[in-house]
């Protein structure tokens, strides 16, 4: 069986690919970092309606971690493998450069960066030698065009655009495609604290996405129709510049 695997699974955009990669038919991982309660609501959600999914926590800035949670998976299913990648987790902690502490610098570049290092290193070795394999990683406008009070955010999403580019060139040879999907604002945790009557003024579509609407680009790109489709970054923020 070809499983999905999501990092940041339990809530937000990563819950919405988890339950649309189910609906598609893939058994789905559903990766976390702490959130065991909301993973579980994914968990329920998946199989409430009639697919099939597991949890798989590990933080997705630890090699260790990732690399045990992986194996002790692949030692349990000698016969599958993981051919759907999709590396959502993220955090983000604004702040203007001035006052940007060095914790804040890294553990925005670890979650975005050294995650996607670490899940993709691991589970390219199945894609290779099954010559199939979707990529796809959560970037997002800031990466694009920079976005002031978050120096770290854009220039980890950046780095993921680059890394998205290099490694579409390196692995695409053998069926594997790697893209990138940039969201605008999409009404999540993340954006809790932002006031959206504020921001929609400069939106054309008007008002936040939702987390179904980038998991059906996601969708999309983890299907076989996108097979011709690699090193792209693809936005979705209801018609703001980029
Ligand atoms: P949420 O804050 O709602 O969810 C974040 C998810 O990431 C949670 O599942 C969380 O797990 C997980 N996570 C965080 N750190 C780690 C870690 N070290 N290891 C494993 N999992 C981790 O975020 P969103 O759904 O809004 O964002 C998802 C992605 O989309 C992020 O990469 C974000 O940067 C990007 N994005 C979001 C936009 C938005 O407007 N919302 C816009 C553009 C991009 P847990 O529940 O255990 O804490």
Partial sequence: MKYALVTGGSRGIGRAVCLK?????????????????????TLKLITEKGGSAELMPFDVTVSEEVDSAIETWQSAHPD??????????????????????????????NTTLNGFFYTTRRLIKGMLSKRDGRIINMASLSGLKGQGGQTNYSAAKAALIGATKALAQEIGSRKITVNAV???????????GFN???????????RFGKPEEVAALV???ASDDAAYITGEVISINGGLYT
């Fill in 196 to 206: 959206e009557d504020d921001f929609k003024k400069m939106i054309p579509i008007g």
């Fill in 80 to 109: 599958d493998y993981i051919g759907i990648l999709v590396n959502n987790a993220g955090i983000r902690k604004d702040t203007l450069m001035v006052f940007m502490q060095n914790e804040d610098w890294q553990s925005v570049i």
């Fill in 182 to 192: 940039a969201p605008g604002f999409i009404d999540t945790d993340m954006t809790q």
């Fill in 219 to 221: 969708g999309f790109l």
């Fill in 21 to 41: 990669l189910a609906s598609m038919g893939f058994p789905v991982l559903i990766n976390y970092q702490s959130n065991r309660q909301a993973a579980e609501e």
